[in-house]
């Protein structure tokens, strides 16, 4: 056997790159401040509002300039050093962490009132939208810089079992803190792993671009990237499936009132609700990295998404924890199953001098849905109540597989 066949075959050749290790233990830190970022908002905004809409509405505080920037954000990256990008990104994220933080504190609470606390929260997620147009795609783009084209699959998968170990923890511990140092000990911690992340984030060699785009003007270097999604099928149509599947079947924007009002376990089986996706995924992620899909992975990309949405539809109806508990955790293994394929296929299609465009457009697709599934659960739960919009949304993910494995017949014949 020759030796780049037993590389292809070991399970931990990613791992053994220094920068790489150095990329993942700084994206571990980084994603799992996010998450309990994420979880300290969606039940700080709860308690403050009582409002499930005032949860949907974080989502589109986000999302409206993640959007707006998105593509200009993909421009700039491929014309930027990216190592440079990236420790920005995350410093401007600590400065909106500092932000909430005072927003938490005993003299803010005793100064103003709670309706200008709700703006001032919603104001700083506005603010570190824009910081995630630049920062989250320069994560996957700086991957393909450090490792070997023969290893991208490899990497792929523990970057992504990454990002779901660093969100189960977060998304935990984000609950935990709640209930043991409220909403300011909870941002306390995320501002240590922000700092944590920039130190060893900046241990990784600057990485500047291949192909020089400066006699290009702006738009049309961006015109470049959406045409080269566009006419690429396969990850046109992953990548569609993910948006509108998460779209609707965003469950875990609701899971604070879950949690609160309807199986009352308060913020630690908030915390543990929270995670259980995440917990899926990285089981099945850790398995994936050992024993990699062989055969079939676009026919199984559809049917990991179809089963996702019955798991949403069976978290509806549950008023036990550890059902629902458990519809979380099979939802997320599947989905793991679905994050693994969708990103080795954008990382092997993806040529290097387009990557921060194209990890842009499916920063807009996929990244984005989440706060757009955020807003359309909170508006829905507004519309039909609660239990009815989470059932819809599962419902609409069924719907969107079947449309896509009739309409798509290249993503679901494809093999890697």
Not at 99 to 126: E, P
Not at 243 to 249: D, N, R
Not at 357 to 364: H, K, L
Request: glycine share 10%; charged share 15%.
């Amino acid at each position: 056997m020759s030796p780049d066949s037993d590389q292809n075959h070991d399970p931990f050749v990613s791992i053994r790159i220094t920068e790489f290790r150095n990329l993942m233990t700084g994206r571990f830190l980084f994603v799992m401040a996010l998450r309990m970022l994420s979880t300290s908002i969606g039940w700080w905004i709860y308690e403050l509002t009582h409002d499930p809409f005032s949860i949907g509405l974080l989502g589109l505080a986000e999302i409206v300039p993640a959007l707006s920037f998105a593509l200009y954000a993909g421009h700039v990256i491929d014309l930027s050093d990216k190592k440079k990008i990236l420790l920005k990104g995350v410093f401007f994220y600590l400065c909106c962490a500092l932000l909430l933080f005072l927003l938490s504190g005993n003299y803010t609470s005793r100064h103003l009132g709670t309706h200008w606390i709700v703006l001032g929260i919603y104001a700083v997620i506005f603010c570190s939208g824009i910081v995630r147009a630049f920062a989250g795609p320069t994560f996957a783009v700086l991957l393909a810089y450090i490792v070997p084209k023969e290893t991208l699959q490899n990497a792929t998968t523990w970057n992504q079992g990454t990002w779901l170990s660093a969100s189960v923890s977060g998304h935990a511990a984000g609950g935990f803190l709640i209930a043991l140092f409220g909403i300011s000990g909870s941002l306390t911690a995320v501002c240590i792993l922000m700092i944590s992340a920039m130190t060893v984030l900046s241990l990784i060699k600057s990485k500047k671009p291949i192909v020089n785009n400066n006699d290009k003007k702006t738009w049309e270097s961006v015109k470049e990237g959406l045409r080269f999604v566009f006419k690429t099928k396969v990850i046109l149509g992953a990548i569609t499936l993910d948006l509108f599947a998460v779209l609707f079947g965003g469950a875990v924007a609701m899971v604070p009132v879950y949690a609160s009002d309807i199986l009352k376990v308060g913020p630690q089986g908030f915390g543990w609700l929270n995670a259980a996706s995440d917990i899926g995924a990285i089981c099945i992620v850790i398995l994936l990295t050992l024993a990699p899909l062989k055969r079939g992975q676009g026919r199984k990309l559809l049917v990991a998404v179809a089963g996702f949405g019955c798991c949403i539809i069976l978290f509806a109806y549950s008023k036990w924890f550890w059902l629902s508990f458990a519809a979380l955790l099979i939802s997320g293994m599947l989905d793991g199953i679905s994050l693994v394929i969708r990103g080795t296929i954008l990382q092997l299609k993806t040529p290097m001098e387009l990557r921060g465009r194209v990890m842009s457009v499916n920063s807009m697709f996929i990244n984005s849905s989440n706060e757009l599934g955020q807003f359309e659960s909170g508006l829905a739960a507004k519309l039909m109540g609660v239990v009815p919009s989470v059932v819809f949304g599962g419902c609409m993910t069924l719907f969107i597989v079947i449309a896509t494995w009739i309409k798509a017949p290249g993503l679901r014949k494809f093999e890697y």
